[in-house]
Each structure stands twice: as structure tokens, then as C-alpha cells.
């Protein structure tokens, strides 16, 4: 199975300030027959089920304010909250659906407000 | 609009089987994947399993393999998620979610979650 790690585990931004997470895949993630990262991000909050906020690693879904953006290929992504808001507290995991039919989550990264 | 409205809270003791359902609402029930999600107290997101609802077709997480089973009742736009021989680790919230269309594996409307709780 694609093992996914993410770094930091928790980070604490100043309301306003770029938010930086990362995702790493044990394997390749592209696609190579149509170029795509199968790799998706999700933002949970205390007490609801997980959003979906990016998919092909940079697509946002419909909705999602653009200071939310996705980067990388690979192995290697970033999802980038370029203005934190305070409604943006929440633990963010990546997805890679790769591998049909088995879609791990990375372990999730707590965003704060400093 | 969109709704997935899954079964209450369960409590189990060790090794019994449960039973979980998310009813579909909104949309076409056979036209988008089912997966299921769970997610033990304090802990991340562990992907289960997916279905097909139009053809039956399933895939399981290899931890799961010979103790899950996602079905449907096409009629009533109902999948069901069962779980056997469960033990202590097995408590968590246990989520439906729909399959987003083109993108399969990714999850765009998830249900309000099922605890259940696993105690002897």
C-alpha cells in the first residue's frame, strides 16, 4: 500500500499569515498516461465529517476561497493557506487515490492560530 | 440538495457484527461511488472501503479484507456497511461519503457519521 506522511503534525499561524503542509507519498502518485497527481486535500473541524478542498493535487472544488492552493508532483505536495483565517482551524489531510482500489489518508495536520 | 443520513449510534461487545446505513438523497443514487471512512476518537482518517452502487462492484483496505462488506438496496438509495467479528480498536465514527464524479477514490458529501462503540 502507498504509505502517506505529512509534516509538520501541528503548526500555529498569525491570522493573516501563510500556512505551509506537506504531504509525502512512498510512491509516485502521477499518473504518466494523463499527467495527473492522484493526490487530494481535505480540512476537517472539530466535530464534522472531512471537506474536500483539492483534488488533482491543485484543482480546488467548487466553493473553496482561493487563498486555498495545492502544488507538487510525485511524491511531493503542499497545500498552502496564503491568508489564514480564523475560521481555517481545523486538521487538513492528504489523500492519494492512486492505488484503486485502496485510497490512504495521511495521519493530518492541526492547524492553530498563534 | 445532496444528503447522506446514516443509522444511529451503535454500542457492540467484542466479536458481535454491526451494521451501519447511509441513505442518499438529492442526486442519483447509482451514478456516484460510495466509501466508507472511519475515524476512532482523536485519531485520522482510515479509508474502508468503496462501492459501486450501479454495479455492486466493491474494493476493501486489505486491514479490513474478510471482515467488511458494503452492500446497497438500489430502491431505496441505501448503502450499508457491515463490520464482523469487531473488537475494542474498532470503535470509531464510521462515515459514508459519496464518490466525487470523474475523481474516484475522493469523497465531495460525507454523512453526519455512526459511533460505534465496542465494550464488553
Known amino acids: 500500500d502507498i504509505v502517506m506522511t505529512q509534516s509538520p503534525d501541528s503548526l500555529a499561524v498569525s491570522l493573516g499569515e501563510r500556512a505551509t503542509i506537506n504531504c509525502k507519498s512512498s510512491q509516485s502518485v502521477l499518473y504518466s498516461s494523463n499527467n495527473k497527481n492522484y493526490l487530494a486535500w481535505y480540512q476537517q473541524k472539530p466535530g464534522q465529517p472531512p471537506k474536500l478542498l483539492i483534488y488533482w493535487a491543485s484543482t480546488r472544488e467548487s466553493g473553496v476561497p482561493d487563498r486555498f492552493s495545492g502544488s507538487g508532483s510525485g511524491t511531493d505536495f503542499t497545500l498552502t493557506i496564503s491568508s489564514l483565517q480564523a475560521e481555517d482551524v481545523a486538521v487538513y489531510y492528504c489523500?492519494?487515490?492512486?492505488?484503486?482500489?485502496?485510497?490512504?489518508f495521511g495521519p493530518g495536520t492541526k492547524v492553530d492560530i498563534k | 440538495q445532496v444528503q447522506l443520513v446514516q443509522s444511529g449510534a451503535e454500542v457492540k461487545k467484542p466479536g458481535a457484527s454491526v451494521k451501519v446505513s447511509c441513505k442518499a438523497s438529492g442526486y442519483t443514487f447509482t451514478s456516484y461511488d460510495i466509501n466508507w471512512v472511519r475515524q476512532a476518537t482523536g485519531q485520522g482518517l482510515e479509508w474502508m472501503g468503496w462501492m459501486n452502487p450501479n454495479s455492486g462492484n466493491t474494493g476493501y483496505a486489505q486491514k479490513f479484507q474478510g471482515r467488511v462488506t458494503i452492500t446497497r438496496n438500489t430502491s431505496i438509495s441505501t448503502a450499508y456497511m457491515e463490520l464482523s467479528s469487531l473488537r475494542s480498536e474498532d470503535t470509531a465514527v464510521y462515515y459514508c461519503a459519496r464518490g466525487r464524479r470523474a475523481v474516484a477514490g475522493t469523497s465531495d458529501y460525507w454523512g453526519q457519521g455512526t459511533l460505534v462503540t465496542v465494550s464488553s
Open positions: 489523500q492519494q487515490y492512486y492505488s484503486t482500489p485502496i485510497f490512504t
